[in-house]
């Protein structure tokens, strides 16, 4: 098993992520931390908690950045995750509490006790995993892989044509995370657009008939239904941040190609991230995957 952190900002694909992951027996793992990003850390944390509820998992969970690490924080995307982060299915505060650690000193602790085998899996803004490096710079040599879920590196963005979601929120993050040495793989939507989850799966998931399954199709109902305002005819979504999680189960899925990455900090292509060739080509990007089998693999874990 790898021992693996996820780093959440839970909105709704997080929370397809978390499912996919927790039920992967490959994976062990050993916390969740919380980011703001889909909306307020209060939020993200909670939903974080409440989806580990529905899905009966007792992970513990670890609240983190509630802003950006240098600039203003942007306004909560409710038109894509709903009002509550989870397509306005949150109805009664979960029974457990986060822990009192915080997110930076548990991804610093477990990496220091655990040497060269940690895997990060990040999916919302890199300000958690930002923050500690700038405390404990040594970390960077002690990781063993960060698979993150950001970035358009060959492609448009999703908020501005240049930016990702995930970048935008926190470039900063980004821009520190990609120059600190750490061993990451960049999962953008160069591939995850490419991995659509058909609405025709929702009965699926709905005819096994349990509270988890019709939370979830409910859930990604909603999802879908912003995914149709924004790419008329889709008939779906794109599984975002479950793919930042299947590649770590399985690098199969992808492949990838070495950059030298950089993020664009100021003016019209703010949050752009930007492949060099010169320069030390030290960050795996993900150029192409294998949607299909991919996809097959995310529905056979997710109940």
């Known amino acids: 098993m790898k021992p693996v952190i996820l780093d959440v900002d839970t909105g709704i694909d997080d929370a397809l992520a978390m499912a996919y992951a927790l039920n992967s027996p490959e994976l062990e793992i050993i916390g969740l931390t919380t980011c703001f990003g889909n909306g307020p850390i209060e939020y993200t944390t909670r939903n974080t908690l409440v989806i580990l ?12 950045a509630d802003k950006p ?4 924080r942007k306004e909560f995307p409710t038109h894509v995750h709903g009002e509550d982060g989870l397509g306005n299915k949150f109805e009664k505060a979960p029974v457990r509490e986060a822990e009192t650690e915080g997110a930076v000193d548990f991804i610093i602790s477990q990496v220091k006790k655990r040497p060269h085998e940690i895997t990060i899996i990040a999916v919302g803004p890199l300000t958690n995993l930002a923050h ?6 040594e970390i960077a040599s002690l990781v063993k892989d960060v698979v993150i879920m950001g970035g358009a590196v ?6 501005t044509p240049y930016s990702e979601a995930n970048i935008i929120s926190d470039p900063d993050a980004a821009d520190c ?5 750490l061993p990451v793989t960049v999962v953008g939507l160069d591939v ?8 025709a799966r929702l009965a699926d998931w709905r005819a096994l008939d349990t509270d988890v399954s019709h939370f979830f199709a409910d859930m990604t109902s909603f999802y879908m239904q912003s995914y149709e305002r924004f790419h008329p005819g889709i008939g779906g979504c794109a599984l975002h941040d479950p793919l930042a999680v299947g590649v770590v189960i399985d690098p199969g899925f992808v492949k990838k190609e ?3 990455v950089k993020v664009v900090l100021e003016g019209e292509e ?3 991230t930007v492949a060099h060739a010169e320069g030390e080509q030290q960050i795996q990007v993900c150029t192409q995957v294998e949607a299909d089998r991919f996809l097959n693999h995310f529905l056979d874990r997710l109940f």
């Open 132 to 137: 500690a490096v700038q405390k404990e710079p």
């Open 258 to 260: 070495k950059w030298n």
């Open 192 to 199: 995850t657009m490419q991995t659509l989850l058909p609405n």
């Open 154 to 159: 060959f492609v448009r963005g999703n908020v």
């Open 270 to 272: 703010y949050g752009r």
């Open 53 to 64: 509820e529905q899905l009966g998992k007792t992970v513990p969970v670890y609240s983190g």
């Open 177 to 181: 995370v990609f120059s600190s040495g």
């Open 69 to 72: 690490l240098k600039r203003a």
